[in-house]
């Protein structure tokens, strides 16, 4: 029960882009068209899906102030947390090598529409700030790391299919003044789904 | 591109977050007040300078398939440092900014400068193309910022400048300016001034 809370607070209240603001770069870029931006939501979700309980396992049993006591007793008062920026990102780097290989061979197309980005969501703060959270936060167990993943990745998703959606239709049927057209406007559309966001605020389940 | 051009062209014809694009998620984050906007483009401004100094001293030795995490390995290094480093001496600032020292990792500004510029070029106009992109990523922080803070909280830098008296007659500071959603609008607007003034970068 806390844990399909969490992974509903994980979509709406904490979404990754309206509430954080994480994983933007990406989310501006290639939020142009519906498709791609699905194809790119789905791979941010699937990596959040399986780093987050890995580095989960690695903060817990590695790397945290005396982490390593389960090996033996003299390692209880080691405290290996400085190296957790540098374990994670490592863990997310070869993650996302481990994608792009699998997606390469089994949907050439999404392979082709994604381009530059696929390689660049080991660079996306999405999911190093997705890991960083869950280092701040102590969650009880590997399967709270999965939903809280799981649901950062679903919300991210949700976000930028919705914004790809909007921009779609401003780009065919709006008149916007030349100085806001493309970025400017994404972002005001953005900051405005934001604060339709916020109305989540407080929901339980 | 002479060095002059390389370190001032990122400053406003090519700026990293308006311009670029790069780098959001900090500017929107870290932006509520001023001081740890300024702590953090100081953090930004080293350790672009120096992963681009370290990776263009190295760019002939590594491997073009594994130039990601070489690049990436570095810039966690100096992150540590930073973050350690501020967690010593700027304890306050380091729990206001939370987990977005250690997000300078993911920074795009920085994977997009060491690709496109520290990968093919010498150390030193590297340097100096670091610190141009850091100052300019500095430039639009503190500007969202100083209004995020003036206009949310009615001071700067933790003193209060907007005078009694006008509380008293009835102002009000805008709660508004402090939800995150805001930090995006301010930034829309910095875009919109900046590109009615450069016509060559608006979109068709």
Not at chain 1, 188 to 200: D, H, K, N, P
Not at chain 2, 85 to 105: H, P, R
Not at chain 2, 129 to 153: K, M, P, Q, W
Request: glycine share 8%.
């Amino acid at each position: 029960m806390d844990n399909l809370n969490l992974f509903i607070r994980s979509i709406f209240i904490d979404n990754m882009i309206f509430a954080y603001f994480l994983g933007m770069c990406s989310f501006i870029a290639v939020s142009k068209n519906v498709k791609t931006a699905f194809g790119l939501g789905i791979a941010v979700t699937f990596m959040l899906t399986i780093t987050l309980p890995i580095n989960y396992l690695l903060e817990t049993y590695v790397l945290r102030s005396g982490a390593l006591a389960w090996l033996s007793p003299e390692f209880a008062d080691v405290d290996l947390s400085f190296l957790s920026l540098i374990v994670f990102i490592a863990v997310i780097a070869s993650m996302t090598q481990l994608v792009e290989m699998v997606v390469e061979k089994y949907a050439p197309a999404l392979y082709s529409s994604l381009g530059i980005f696929l390689p660049l969501i080991a660079v996306n703060c999405a999911i190093l700030g997705g890991s960083l959270f869950m280092q701040q936060r102590d969650f009880g167990s590997v399967w709270t790391a999965v939903c809280a993943g799981g649901g950062w990745g679903v919300g991210w998703l949700l976000a930028i299919t919705a914004v790809a959606a909007v921009r779609e239709r401003i780009a065919q049927y709006s008149n916007i003044p030349g100085p806001l057209r493309g970025v400017g406007i994404t972002f005001i559309i953005t900051a405005l789904m934001g604060i339709a966001f916020m109305s989540f605020l407080g929901i339980k389940i | 591109m002479s060095n002059k051009s390389v370190f001032f062209n990122p400053f406003s014809k090519n700026n990293p977050v308006i311009v670029q694009i790069l780098g959001i998620c900090s500017v929107l984050a870290v932006t509520v007040k001023l001081e740890p906007a300024i702590v953090m483009s100081l953090s930004v401004i080293a350790v672009l300078a120096f992963s681009n100094v370290i990776i263009s001293l190295i760019r002939n030795t590594i491997p073009t398939n594994i130039r990601i995490i070489v690049q990436l390995v570095v810039v966690a290094g100096l992150v540590v440092i930073v973050s350690q480093l501020l967690e010593a001496y700027a304890y306050d600032v380091s729990k206001q900014l939370s987990v977005f020292i250690g997000l300078i990792i993911t920074n795009c500004i920085l994977m997009g400068r060491l690709e496109a510029f520290a990968m093919a070029n010498k150390p030193w106009p590297s340097f100096l193309d670091g610190v141009g992109n850091g100052i300019g990523y500095a430039i639009i922080l503190v500007i969202v910022g100083f209004f995020r803070e003036l206009l949310g909280s009615g001071t700067l830098l933790g003193y209060q400048v907007v005078p009694d008296c006008f509380y008293e007659a009835g102002y009000v500071n805008n709660g508004l300016m402090i939800l995150p959603p805001m930090a995006l609008v301010t930034v829309a607007c910095i875009i919109w001034v900046h590109r009615s003034f450069n016509r060559d970068l608006q979109e068709k």
